[in-house]
């Protein structure tokens, strides 16, 4: 069993930044693929960065590539989505997952309650 807490959501003008932090409980977190995925208002759920147990294997869905990076720090328990040059079209709840397939890109079978950001033009 994995619980996963999200924090370091809020309101960002356009083309600003935020760091999104993921702190997972329990000593099997290395153990563990981790995703960040995000749902907007009316919108499905998707998929937003993964990587991998090591970290040496990472992907990014094409609408946030080169503006966010995903890392993990296993000592610490921690995943993080670095986001920079943020738009409107960022805005959504985003969820931290975890899964133990190699990479966690379209399911989870862990998942956080999600942290709200907001972008304003």
């Known amino acids: 069993q994995v619980q996963l807490v999200e924090s370091g959501g809020g309101l960002v003008q356009a083309g600003g930044s935020l760091r999104l932090s993921c702190a997972a409980s329990?000593?099997?977190?290395?153990?563990?693929?981790m995703g960040w995925f995000r749902q907007a208002p009316g919108k499905e759920r998707e998929f937003v960065a993964a990587?991998?147990?090591?970290?040496?294997?990472?992907v990014y869905a094409d609408s946030v590539k080169g503006r966010f990076t995903i890392s993990r720090d296993n000592a610490r328990n921690t995943v993080y989505l670095q986001m920079n040059n943020l738009g409107p079209e960022d805005t959504a709840v985003y969820y931290c997952?975890?899964?133990?397939?190699?990479?966690?890109?379209?399911?989870?079978?862990?998942w956080g309650r999600g942290t709200q950001v907001t972008v304003s033009s």
């Open positions: 329990g000593r099997t977190f290395s153990r563990y693929a």
């Open positions: 997952a975890a899964d133990d397939a190699p990479l966690a890109t379209s399911r989870a079978k862990y």
């Open positions: 990587i991998s147990r090591s970290g040496d294997v990472t």
